[in-house]
């Protein structure tokens, strides 16, 4: 068992940025709502699964839709906790339950912790994602065969809609549909499992992860003036999971409307003995990357364009022309290693047909 405490939070916003890849949403406005509840409510302990009981109901936490939305049509932090609380009621159980996130990256690293500090329910470092992905429905619990049922979904206001007897594949188009009533974004409860099946089945330590590479390049980036390197080329040699591409100018960003996400393209000119392009392929996070045609990382490695400048993870919407940026490679969460697990989250299940030598 470790804690959250308000000390933590600086390291964790850069690090739940990491691991948005990005994407996952810009989690200042849900870092302010955690803030605020360790404030009242004071630090929270993180547990691994096995240290509950193995029969305690672990509920997956998070918001969907749209963070842009959540910006626009603010948030007080009870929606989540409402959420939470009518599964509860719903299913009844006699056994006690615990908050966990369904994606420990972006603003959905605060949201179970905000649940647990206002609940005071035990908060797992568990999660179905690792890292920053698209749909509900790309977790490994899905691959599993963990029913996402029941989930709730809660709107500002706590109106609540719960769904019963849906798979991942239409829980996602659901959800999607219900959001967009909702105003573009809700708070989400469901996923319910015992702690032996979320040990089981679960990415394990995101929250401890995200803490770590986020205090690491804060390091990286306080170090001295004059220091070799930029903030970024300095924290790939602190992880030992980190691949450093290369540092550069954003000289090209291009930007496609699709019916359910944009697909982007983003052009970074590296500098150094051997100028030379390297294009990076965008959906809601970053997903591939070319150095010159060749393929040098792809999802589920955690693509991440580091400003070189402030040393912040950037959002793919946020990266434009001009931009000095480190392209920065982190190795997969190691459950996503598995071939069955893999499948779900590799290129082809985004759409891209990769050339042999490039699969």
Known sequence: MWQIDESSLADLVVGA????????????????????????????????????????TVVSVGLVGAVTAFAEKAATGEEFTEAVQRLRTHLGSPHPMAIAGYESAGANVFTPLTVAAHTGLPLVDVDGMGRGLSWLDQTSYDVAGLPICPFVLTEPGNRTVILERIDGADAERYLRTLTVLMGGWSAFAGYPMSAAEAAQYGVRRSLARARELGAKLRAAASMRTGAEGTAGARWSELCDDARHLGT?????????????????????????????????????????????????????????????????????EQVVPGYEVDVVVLRAPQ?????????????ASFGYLLAKDNA
Request: charged share 25%; hydrophobic share 45%; aromatic share 8%.
């Open 17 to 56: 940025r990491v691991l948005g890849s990005g994407g996952a949403g810009d989690p200042y406005l849900a870092h302010l709502l955690a803030a605020s509840a360790l404030a009242e409510h004071g630090p929270v302990p993180v547990f691994e699964p096995e240290e509950l009981d193995p029969e305690t």
């Open 248 to 316: 550069g100018r954003v000289v090209e960003v291009h930007w496609v409307e699709g019916e359910t996400y944009a697909e982007g393209s983003v052009v970074v000119w590296l500098r150094g003995d051997e100028p030379r392009p390297l294009r990076v392929e965008s959906q809601n996070e970053f997903l591939l990357a070319f150095d010159q045609g060749k393929l040098v990382a792809s999802v589920p490695d955690l693509i991440c364009l580091i400003d070189t400048r402030t040393a912040t993870p950037l959002l793919a």
């Open 335 to 347: 459950r996503w290693l598995d071939q069955r697990l893999w499948r779900r989250v590799a290129p």
